[in-house]
């Protein structure tokens, strides 16, 4: 399973922003795919989850009311929609595929190799 993500910038506080991540190489309706996050001198973090089937979605506290993660399983890519976003949410962020997954980075089999996202103040 390969994972691509992309869409970071720089974007003003308060703005919004959308990263993607695309899914190859294995069925990606089996997966459960997160997104996490490493601001510079940080661990790092559980951003969002959807789970396949269900497509349920938890979110880190930090994140709830303001990210929105979504899937289209058509185009085996799923979405991180940021909105109001803060110099805080300044990290590098990676999506993660696995099967019953929490929000342990050790849930995840596969990863991507990140995109940045810079909010300046």
């Known amino acids: 399973v390969q994972l691509q993500a992309f869409g970071g910038g720089l974007v003003q506080a308060g703005g919004s922003l959308r990263v993607s991540c695309v899914v190859s190489?294995?069925?990606?309706?089996?997966?459960?795919v997160g997104w996490f996050r490493r601001a510079p001198g940080k661990e790092r973090e559980f951003v969002a989850v959807?789970?396949?089937?269900?497509?349920?979605?938890d979110y880190a506290d930090s994140v709830k009311g303001r990210f929105t993660i979504s899937r289209d399983n058509a185009k085996n890519t799923v979405f991180l929609q940021m909105n109001s976003l803060k110099p805080e949410d300044t990290a590098v962020y990676y999506c993660?595929?696995?099967?019953?997954?929490?929000?342990?980075?050790?849930?995840?089999?596969?990863w991507g190799q990140g995109t940045q996202v810079t909010v300046s103040s």
């Open positions: 993660a595929a696995g099967v019953l997954v929490t929000s342990r980075g050790t849930d995840y089999a596969y």
């Open positions: 959807v789970r396949l089937g269900s497509e349920t979605t």
């Open positions: 190489g294995r069925t990606f309706s089996g997966y459960d």
